[in-house]
């Protein structure tokens, strides 16, 4: 059954550096998404991407956060200058264009020391 | 704002008790009520997708139901292997999902 890949599985970084996590979404999803999910909190949106473009983003994802899909099957999510706050699961989700129903990868602990 | 409160936070239930449990949510036109399953260290899987109020869905020991305000998922006889944190999560504008807290589910042989 085709998933979502996510790559690394741990990312353990120092404040201000840059890091880049990877998603491999489902190979026919059009819409691909990014969220975190801080440890003990609920699972938070952060941007949705779609046509090589941006389609929404929240509160949380500012000028330090940037995607990317640089090929036909990677897309990518980058943080410029990390801050101990950004330390939280990351979940890469893609959905197929007919439905609704968004699947997620496995996650990408991310620790900012 | 979107919100989404899930009941109770925490449910411990003995092998074959059945029980169930709570999504209520205050939305501005509800376009998709979901539900996910969440191991630790993992990310959610998807279970269902509600629609609308007298909605339901089955799979397995799980049956998922819409009403105008809440959502609930029914776990019939549950296993060990149902151990698990249940999110609930809704779709209104856009495509993003804004998800409620959780219940962790511990069933206990």
């Known amino acids: 059954e085709p998933e979502v890949t996510q790559t690394p599985s741990h990312q353990v970084t120092q404040m201000g550096q840059e890091v880049i996590l990877r998603c491999v979404p489902i190979?026919?999803?059009?819409?691909f998404y990014w969220y975190r999910q801080i440890l003990g909190q609920k699972v938070e949106f952060l941007v949705s991407?779609?046509?090589?473009?941006?389609?929404?983003k929240s509160e949380i994802f500012d000028d330090q956060f940037s995607v990317e899909r640089p090929d036909g099957s990677n897309f990518t999510l980058k943080i410029r200058s990390t801050k101990l706050e950004d330390s939280a699961m990351y979940f890469c989700a893609s959905r197929v264009g007919g439905g609704d129903e968004q699947f997620f990868g496995p996650g990408t602990r991310l620790t900012v020391l | 704002e979107d919100q989404v409160t899930q009941s109770p936070e925490a449910l411990r239930l003995q092998e074959g008790e059945s029980s169930s449990l709570n999504c209520s949510y205050t939305?501005?036109?509800?376009?998709?009520l979901f539900w996910y399953r969440q191991d630790p260290g993992k990310g959610p899987e998807f279970l269902f997708t509600?629609?609308?109020a007298g909605e339901e869905k089955e799979k397995e020991r799980l049956k998922a139901t819409l009403t105008k305000k809440e959502s609930f998922l029914h776990i019939t006889a549950p296993k060990p292997e149902d151990s698990a944190t249940y999110l609930c999560?809704?779709?209104?504008?856009?495509?993003?999902?804004?998800f409620g807290e959780g219940t962790q589910l511990t069933v206990n042989p």
């Open positions: 999560a809704v779709k209104t504008s856009g495509s993003r999902l804004t």
């Open positions: 939305v501005s036109g509800l376009r998709g």
């Open positions: 509600l629609y609308s």
């Open positions: 991407f779609y046509n090589n473009e941006i389609s929404e």
């Open positions: 190979s026919n999803h059009l819409y």
